[in-house]
């Protein structure tokens, strides 16, 4: 896109839009963008400074599932209007990812769902579309398949067949994959 062919009115309607939607970190990096560093073409004159990470160090060392649980958790309590739900997510999930999520935000916001993978993924697409955030679990990536055609379908093409009037960007699916490795033909595809 280049940044003139839009008014002005329309241009800051899509800032203030993205800026909802911004974790803390991607608007700290949003609000230091100058758009002088653009060419006419709309692309940096220079990459971004990176983040110096040798000199990073970890508060703690956590596993991958504590982390993850973290994450969702930082996004419970910065968004009041996220939710998550998926197959098990109430009781933690089958990894456990979600773990104390349900009884620190309640049945309302991280719930359980019917084995429905392409239900699961629609839902997350229509919640998204009120301009909240849906984090939606489906069980393991193998499971993923039933919701191609709302991933391809919907959620891929809700914006440009509503015109540009709403869109579904606000929704996370998350599909866990490689962790089980004596499932059977539909746990352990991906492993």
């Not at 839009?6 to 230091?32: D, G, M, P, Y």
């Not at 039933?146 to 015109?163: C, L, T, V």
Request: with cysteine; hydrophobic share 35%; proline share 5%.
């Amino acid at each position: 896109m280049i940044l003139n062919s839009f008014s002005s009115l329309a241009l800051s309607a899509v800032r203030q839009r993205a800026k909802r939607s911004l974790s803390t970190a991607a608007l700290e990096r949003h609000n230091a963008f100058d758009a002088t560093q653009l060419n006419p073409n709309g692309a940096f004159k220079s990459a971004p400074p990176e983040p110096d990470v040798k000199n990073m160090t970890p508060k703690s060392k956590i596993n991958l599932v504590t982390s993850i649980n973290q994450t969702l958790e930082s996004i419970l309590d910065n968004n009041p209007n996220a939710i998550l739900f998926g197959q098990d997510i109430g009781f933690g999930g089958v990894f456990r990812c979600t773990n104390n999520l349900q009884s620190k935000f309640g049945k309302d916001r991280v719930f359980n769902t019917p084995l429905n993978e392409n239900g699961i993924v629609g839902m997350a697409i229509g919640y998204a579309s009120t301009e909240s955030l849906a984090i939606a679990e489906v069980q393991c990536a193998d499971y993923i398949f039933p919701a191609f055609d709302q991933i391809k379908n919907e959620a891929s093409m809700f914006r440009y067949r509503s015109g540009n009037q709403w869109n579904c960007g606000s929704m996370i699916v998350r599909m866990p994959y490689g962790a089980v490795g004596h499932g059977g033909h539909y746990h352990s595809q991906v492993s």
